[in-house]
């Protein structure tokens, strides 16, 4: 595949001052003493594009993802290392990048064209389109620093959709938008990425990192991490999130063990469900979770499988998945209740079930006894974010008593192809046919 963008062992070192007045004693010593700190906001990064093909970039705040696009479209230059492009680039960086605040949103339509190499006569002919995409009204004949943020973003990206570049670079311009508009959007970038047009995008929105691209990059404080498949980068990415630094490495070293030996062993267990040692380390965990409760039953192990067997925080909308937990028990309990909540990201509880409600009652256990609890269910919630509850928890002399809770324990991100309105999908089969007989047909009824 031919590349549309090689990025070659790429540095931006910025330098830091304590005080203003060192970097004037800097310019000025004899010695040429420093009097700076180095902060490395990108350090020997280095991948490929290929021409056609939509690559995401992913990592926490920090991580480097602008300032590689911002070399990559010549907005900031390398310390050190290389940047070649092949092809014309359109790029929706950070809102107000390439806008004059004081011109109207069709003269900044014009300039930008300019800028990218378009004469007016080709402008005149794209024009409507980036009207008729944007949707601002007449706010378009108005100076764009009286534009809300959700107008400026619909009018930069309907310019830089819409002059067919060969090469398409979104850095989270998107979460400005409405829902509506955002969709509007992917369904456009969808259309040029099917003509062969080279997407380069940044978002924190793992379901259209999943969903749109091809390959993944993954940054961590300016340090290449790895590249691949996406759903697989992004679990790496949860890993960041959820501080599991020495799981992220081990995975790191397995992946880049090419002895063919572990390899094949590791997609082995992978295709059946099996992994060495305990569920929990093969998935994100939350290492700020909240957890309570009197010791008498602990939750040592928990996972989520997908409908494949795949231990994987990451789930398909429309499947069926499995939450497991193992409990270790203390005490003699009579009857121990095991629950599963899930949470979205304002802490609401959207589902959730447990063994006394689904009639799987256990009882009683002893001191030493371990239990391993499975749930599974379809998954119908919208794709999104959520977190996951569970606990171990029993009714004593009338009373609730809590033996181990969870709170907020994992992720789980919803991967969907479609997305409906409210918190889930009920799943609807739709009907529509003609009546015939009214009005607008042949016979008078509507054609």
Not at 137 to 147: M, S
Not at 237 to 259: G, H, R, T, V
Not at 305 to 325: A, M, P, S, V, Y
């Amino acid at each position: 595949m031919e590349n549309a963008i090689r990025v070659t062992n790429v540095t931006k070192v910025y330098k830091m001052y304590e005080k203003p007045i060192d970097r004037l004693k800097e310019s000025l010593h004899p010695r040429h003493k420093e009097y700076h700190k180095k902060f490395y906001a990108l350090n020997n990064i280095s991948f490929n594009v290929g021409k056609g093909e939509t690559v995401g970039i992913i990592g926490t705040n920090g991580s480097g993802k602008s300032t590689i696009l911002k070399i990559i479209t010549g907005v900031l230059s390398p310390t050190d290392g290389s940047v070649e492009v092949e092809g014309t680039i359109s790029a929706l960086l950070e809102l107000g990048a390439g806008f004059n605040s004081d011109y109207t949103g069709i003269e900044n339509i014009y300039m930008n064209g300019t800028m990218m190499g378009f004469s007016r006569k080709e402008m005149d002919g794209k024009l409507q389109d980036i009207l008729d995409f944007a949707d601002i009204g007449d706010f378009v004949y108005q100076p764009v620093k009286t534009y809300s943020s959700g107008m400026f973003v619909r009018l930069a990206f309907a310019l830089a959709i819409n002059v067919e570049p060969e090469i398409l670079i979104v850095d989270e311009a998107l979460s400005v938008g409405d829902v509506f508009f955002q969709s509007k959007c992917y369904r456009r970038m969808e259309e040029i990425r099917e003509k062969g047009t080279t997407i380069l995008m940044v978002t924190h929105d793992m379901g259209s990192i999943i969903k749109y691209c091809d390959r993944v990059v993954l940054l961590n404080k300016g340090n290449f991490v790895a590249q691949g498949e996406p759903g697989h980068m992004v679990d790496l990415y949860k890993k960041i999130l959820a501080n599991q630094m020495d799981s992220l490495e081990e995975e790191l070293e397995e992946m880049n063990d090419f002895s063919g030996e572990q390899e094949q062993g590791h997609q082995k267990d992978k295709a059946h469900g099996h992994t060495e040692g305990l569920m929990k380390e093969r998935i994100t965990i939350n290492a700020n979770r909240t957890e309570y409760g009197d010791g008498r039953a602990e939750i040592y192990d928990l996972g989520l499988f997908d409908q494949r067997g795949n231990l994987t925080n990451l789930l398909l909308k429309g499947e069926n998945f499995t939450i497991k937990e193992k409990i270790r028990f203390n005490a003699r309990l009579e009857s121990p209740i095991f629950t599963y909540t899930i949470k979205d990201k304002k802490g609401t509880d959207l589902s959730g079930t447990n063994t006394m409600y689904e009639g799987a009652d256990i009882r009683p256990v002893g001191p030493g006894d371990e239990y391993e609890v499975s749930f599974t269910q379809k998954m119908t919630l919208q794709g999104g974010e959520y977190l996951l509850s569970m606990s171990c928890t029993g009714f004593e002399m009338g009373e609730h008593v809590v033996y181990h809770r969870l709170y907020d324990v994992a992720n789980i991100t919803v991967i969907s192809n479609k997305n409906t309105v409210g918190v889930y999908d009920m799943e609807s089969a739709v009907e529509a046919k003609r009546i015939p007989g009214q009005q607008g047909d042949k016979s008078g009824g509507l054609s």
